[in-house]
């Protein structure tokens, strides 16, 4: 089945304790991106990657890190996680950013609580 | 800045009925819009799609308008169901890899 799966689903932390949320599609997709949702505010995007190796920041990168070592799996890394982080994420997939492969597949979302 | 936003937070309509929800953006240079429906606990699900050379495109009990003059997008869905119940959002596409979605309207369906 194809799919974008992420894990943890849920997940409490302390402030300043490293975590690593991980993303994973299974639609041999070029494109993947990060999206934190919070009431009232819709989607942001947090970080994008092209292809493998090849990154980019979004509108929200500030307190993220993301990497592209393989073309499945694309990681979101809280090296210092803050109260103003608890969010619901979501990690996407789609073939390219050319016209026609835009359609973005979402994964399930994570659901992150700083304390 | 760029933005993409909704006239309305919430819908409430009658099982039946035709729904219309609309959204407003503001980067002329945006060439392709999708609508994303997100139901209670999972991530958002593509609806529809149209390309900036169009003003209209129908898919099944859905159409998207797209007036350029105006910036402005709307979903209509007809004989809206139950399991239209959902947030929907409206995402913008300027050609890169940046993709700007709405804050999204949450549609009620009452039977």
């Known amino acids: 089945e194809a799919q974008v799966t992420q894990n943890p689903r849920y997940l409490i932390t302390v402030t300043g304790k490293k975590l690593t949320v991980t993303c994973s599609q299974n639609?041999?997709?070029?494109?993947m991106s990060w999206y934190r949702q919070d009431p009232g505010l819709g989607l942001r995007q947090i970080y994008y990657?092209?292809?493998?190796?090849?990154?980019d920041k979004g509108d929200v990168p500030e307190g993220y890190k993301v990497s592209r070592k393989e073309k499945r799996n694309f990681p979101l890394i809280l090296e210092s996680p803050s109260p103003n982080q608890t969010s619901l994420y979501f990690c996407?997939?789609?073939?390219?950013?050319?016209?026609?492969?835009?359609?973005?597949?979402f994964g399930p979302g994570t659901r992150l609580l700083v304390l | 800045g760029e933005s993409v936003g909704l006239h309305l937070p919430t819908l409430s309509v009658q099982e039946g009925d035709n729904s219309i929800i609309n959204c407003a953006y503001s980067?002329?240079?945006?060439?392709?819009f999708i609508w994303y429906k997100q139901e209670s606990g999972k991530g958002p699900q593509f609806i529809i799609d149209i390309r900036s050379n169009m003003d209209k495109r129908q898919g099944q009990r859905v159409t998207v308008l797209l007036n350029k003059t105006v910036k402005h997008l709307s979903l209509q869905i007809a004989a809206t169901q139950p399991g239209d119940s959902a947030v929907y959002f409206c995402a913008e596409y300027t050609g890169g890899f940046k993709t700007i979605f709405g804050a999204g309207t949450r549609l009620f369906v009452k039977a």
């Open positions: 980067n002329s240079a945006s060439d392709y």
């Open positions: 996407a997939s789609s073939l390219g950013g050319a016209a026609g492969q835009e359609t973005q597949y």
């Open positions: 990657s092209m292809n493998v190796e090849v990154t």
């Open positions: 639609m041999n997709h070029e494109y």
